[in-house]
């Protein structure tokens, strides 16, 4: 029993891996053809800006919506039907020949990725809480390297002189083979828990918590944020690097937070969420410190490198801290904190733009260093609530003796 239990549960994790590996590529693969995309339907770039706040809002309409979904009706039919809707919308652009076909396609693609976004965060929870381990990381690692994958298949492609119809269309028929052929290992909904020696206080006192940790999603993935849309520039603006070595930037950073999501797990499961939100945050706020205000180039790419280390393990801590604070309302909990986090990433180019008119690039980019420091302070929020289904921290597993899933 215990066996077949193990099995489902690895089945569960595998299928899990693979829809965020689906979310990051299907994203990616859209990025890729922007250009192409923008040439096709014949707009500039201040268009293109406009448009793409469709696919920001499509996704939070999405997020908000999926959560109550996934705590009605589990995740094993949310994430599938997910996952479809992402990967049939990915489609769309590559079809689109107007500003208003592009924007229509641009707010499915957005809703359909905010809906799959929640509803795999949602069924990771419960995979994490099947393991009793931090397992939440290494699935964000995943979207990021499906990321990477896209980027390598859709510049074949598009050497290969694809359109974005042939190369869309394409994605989307993997995409959703790839979401039906996952719905077998993907867990059941889980009875709803039992009330039953909760104080009513503590449960009033929990949407606190979880719009708190919502607050800090939103200060972390804004950091996210101005490094996608500002590392480079900030290289050669401030420190007038050549284009090539401007782009080593953001691929030091997206690089250090991949390999660090990919080992967060074994540090959360060795010393707890509190230190890898405290630690982690601090530790990125050194490294944009040292970014900003380095006038040598390699020593700026060292503090880029090393302030996608610190965030790597952060943010998939929070969405873990949400789905098991209230199991009964997982899905609207992650969905808070993801939506909010989500507005953080869009409001990261929108908030540094303007201040640049009024500071160096590298004067403002202390902001962010700011929110991490404030993140770090407020580490304690991550704590486990005694009313809570967390995980168990490294602490509680010394105390009680107790094993974990392992593999």
Not at 79 to 85: E, G
Not at 162 to 187: K, N
Not at 227 to 248: E, G, K, Y
Request: include cysteine; charge should be positive.
């Amino acid at each position: 029993m215990f066996e077949s239990m193990h099995s489902s549960l690895r089945a569960a994790r595998l299928a899990t891996f693979a829809y965020f590996a689906l979310n990051g590529f299907l994203i990616g693969i859209w990025v890729v053809h922007i250009p192409v995309v923008e040439r096709r339907v014949g707009i500039g770039h201040p268009t293109l800006g406009w448009l793409l706040l469709l696919l920001g809002a499509g996704a939070f309409v999405g997020m908000r919506l999926v959560g109550p979904l996934a705590d009605r009706f589990g995740a094993r039919i949310v994430v599938p039907v997910s996952a479809a809707l992402c990967a049939g919308a990915v489609v769309l652009p590559g079809l689109s020949v107007s500003v208003w076909t592009l924007g229509v396609s641009l707010l499915a693609l957005g809703f359909g990725n905010g809906c799959l976004d929640v509803a795999m965060n949602a069924h990771a929870v419960q995979v994490e809480h099947g393991y009793q381990r931090s397992v939440m990381s290494a699935f964000h690692a995943t979207y990021s390297l499906g990321g990477v994958l896209a980027a390598l298949v859709g510049a074949r492609t598009l050497s290969w002189g694809w359109s974005p119809a042939t190369a869309l269309g394409m994605v989307a028929l993997l995409g959703l083979v790839v979401a039906a052929l996952g719905v077998p290992a993907l867990l059941r909904p889980e009875k709803p828990h039992s009330a039953v020696g909760f104080e009513q206080g503590t449960r009033r006192a929990t949407p606190r918590r979880i719009w708190l940790l919502a607050g800090l999603a939103l200060l972390l993935m804004l950091c996210e944020g101005v490094a996608n849309d500002w590392s480079a520039l900030h290289l050669r603006d401030v420190l007038s690097a050549p284009a090539a070595t401007a782009a080593l930037a953001y691929g030091a950073f997206a690089t250090a937070m991949t390999v660090g999501r990919l080992v967060a797990d074994r540090v959360a499961t060795r010393f707890g969420p509190v230190a890898i939100l405290r630690y982690g945050a601090g530790v990125g706020a050194l490294g944009l410190m040292t970014a900003a205000l380095s006038p040598w180039i390699p020593l700026a790419l060292v503090g880029w490198t090393v302030f996608g280390a610190g965030l790597s393990g952060c943010v998939p801590q929070l969405f873990s801290a949400a789905g098991h604070a209230d199991r009964n309302a997982a899905g609207a909990n992650v969905a808070r904190v993801a939506g909010l986090g989500y507005l953080g990433v869009l409001a990261g180019p929108a908030i540094i733009g303007p201040l640049t008119h009024l500071a160096p690039l590298n004067i403002v980019l202390l902001l962010p260093v700011v929110f991490c420091v404030v993140a770090a302070g407020a580490a304690n929020v991550l704590r486990p609530q005694p009313s809570s289904a967390a995980i168990p921290t490294a602490q509680s597993d010394a105390v009680d003796g107790r094993g974990a899933l392992r593999s």
